[in-house]
């Protein structure tokens, strides 16, 4: 079988044909401004603000520990990725690592996640307030300001309607002003003075404690700003060379973002104005940072350039978010999560439209509740925290099971796997109880979901076998909201630090332990989605 022939679903051919007609003309540059574009969006326009207000300069040591996160779970997804090309792959894998139910649950987070493009649209209109008063009312979209953020939802999704290669060409541009503007922003802000001693002043290096950093990753939206690198995977089914291709975009496109993030945070800290840090970083509010900061320095060229960027940069993220939605909602008709009409791609363009449409819809749902940036980034982060979480189960399931072949690319999964999992777990409970309480319910409505689309007769397997594969996540789900009531990352406390982290650490490495020995079980079994030939 060859790198770009998938697995096909026993008695589902339509999958394979409709996969068939997607477009393979995608490269290392083309996958590598993929990644870079979708993970340098809004996060750089606001992430050093809300980092540096939530734990002072120690915010550089949250950059650092996103990267290390996003490593640890890149190298799984790469392993994946590399090994099973596929459209939408972080959809299909934990279908076939884990069974239905874990499939649907996933999935149906994934679809939920559709709404960081909203954040992202959303970032937008925060910058376009600057110059379109009547935007906000408040910290929410105005009637004026949602009509244009819908509009441009539709001019995103119309723009993702052509082939994949266009989609590519114009992506590649939008890459490069989004390296450009960042590093004239750095130069810029250090060349007009800065103050020594920011490190150690107002608080010193960690002015709110340590596990302030903890609560930056997720709620300072450093998370976030990080994750994107995987939209490199999900286009693996449209790569010329996955094998070769992937590895090398994935990390680079890391590599490039995280150097560019660091490289602002450490200018946000050292040039902030001295009169703004009376009250301590908590103090320090702008509701666009890098724009009024460079006008509070004087910069007016530079605060326009920032104020064009602010379209530009998330605008290029939510391109590629519309078009890696697609292609996780083309995966998730291909898993019968949602109704299978939604699996069709276009004959002509290779693009699948129908998935298209529902997402656009989708994200003007998303719209509708949020207001500011910082609320639905919070909540987005948790839901691709749950694919990182289920894709190193699924790597190490495709490990043991037998006769299932990988590639091989990355070496010590053994090890980076569960760790990966339990770190991905950490993260989610870090983002704290206001966020939690409202994340992982929605996911576990999935269950609704997995009951009704199983009414359409996959495979005839019992209700009682499918649940019992599956009831790891439901427990895990369960588990992390109960344990971040009790802990102390805006939970009750009755759980205290550090023996609240150290709790979910246990806990959830024994339930990927329960998650790989179920999904050997059900591969094992030939009798479920595992069935499939995986190579």
């Known amino acids: ?58 915010a550089l040591l949250t950059w650092v520990g996103a990267g290390v996160l996003c490593g640890l779970v890149a190298l799984v997804m790469i392993e994946l990725g590399a090994s099973r090309p596929e459209g939408g792959g972080t959809v299909r894998w934990p279908l076939y690592a884990g069974g239905r139910l874990v499939g649907t649950l996933i999935g149906w987070s994934v679809l939920l996640s559709v709404g960081g493009t909203a954040a992202e649209i959303s970032a937008i209109m925060q910058y376009a307030d600057h110059y379109l008063p009547d935007i906000y009312s ?6 004026t300001g949602l009509g244009l953020a819908v509009a441009l939802s539709v001019l995103l999704t119309a723009l993702n309607w052509f082939a994949v290669r266009t989609f590519a060409r114009l992506n590649n541009l939008v890459a490069v002003f989004k390296i450009i503007v960042p590093v004239v922003t750095v130069i810029a802000l250090f060349a007009s003075g800065w103050h020594s001693g920011r490190l150690t002043g107002h608080g010193g290096f960690a002015p709110y404690g340590y596990a302030a950093c903890l609560s930056a990753l997720a709620g300072g ?21 996955p094998r070769r291709t992937i590895p090398a975009s994935v990390l680079t496109a890391i590599a490039l973002a995280l150097l560019m993030y660091l490289a602002l945070q450490l200018a946000f800290l050292f040039t902030l104005p001295e009169s703004l840090l009376g009250l301590g970083w908590k103090g320090v509010d702008f509701e666009s940072p890098f724009g009024q900061l460079a006008l509070a320095l004087n910069l007016h060229w530079l605060s326009s350039l920032l104020y064009a960027d602010a379209v530009v940069s998330p605008g290029g993220s939510a391109y590629v978010g519309v078009a890696l939605n697609a292609r996780h909602t083309y995966a998730l008709a291909k898993n019968r999560t949602i109704p ?27 719209l509708l509740p949020f207001g500011g940036w910082q609320s639905i980034v919070s909540i987005m982060g948790d839901m691709y925290l749950l694919v990182y979480a289920a894709s190193a189960v699924a790597v190490a399931v495709f490990r043991a099971a037998p006769g299932i072949a ?25 983002s704290g ?66 023996y609240d982290s150290l709790t979910v650490a246990a806990v959830t490495l024994a339930i990927f332990f329960w998650a790989v020995r179920s999904g050997v079980g059900q591969i094992g079994s030939g009798r479920g989605p595992g069935e499939t030939v995986l190579t």
């Open 1 to 58: 079988m060859s790198d770009h022939q998938l697995p096909v679903e026993a008695g589902a051919p339509e999958a394979a044909v409709q996969e068939r007609r997607l477009h393979r003309d995608l490269g290392f540059w083309g996958l590598t401004a993929i990644g870079f574009s979708n993970i340098v969006g809004s996060g750089w326009l606001f992430a050093a603000m809300y980092a540096a207000r939530t734990a002072g300069p120690a």
């Open 406 to 430: 990988m590639a091989g690319w990355v070496p010590g999964l053994g090890w980076i796997a569960p760790i990966s999992f339990v770190v991905s777990s950490e993260f989610v409970y870090w």
């Open 138 to 143: 408040g910290h929410t979209l105005s009637a």
């Open 433 to 498: 109880w206001h966020d939690l309480r409202l994340a992982l319910p929605l996911v576990l409505a999935g269950l609704l979901v997995f009951l009704a689309m199983r009414r359409s007769g996959h495979d005839g397997r019992p209700l009682a076998t499918e649940l019992r594969e599956g009831m790891w996540l439901v427990v895990y789900l369960g588990v992390l909201t109960v344990l971040s009531w009790l802990g102390t990352f805006k939970g009750s406390g009755r759980l205290p630090a550090p």
């Open 340 to 366: 299978r009409a939604f699996i069709q791609v276009s004959r002509r363009y290779g693009i699948p439209h129908r998935a298209l449409a529902l997402n656009l819809a989708v994200v003007v749902v998303f």
């Open 221 to 241: 939206g450093i998370v976030y700003s990080v994750n994107g690198f995987q939209a490199a995977l999900d286009f693996s089914g449209e790569t010329r060379d």
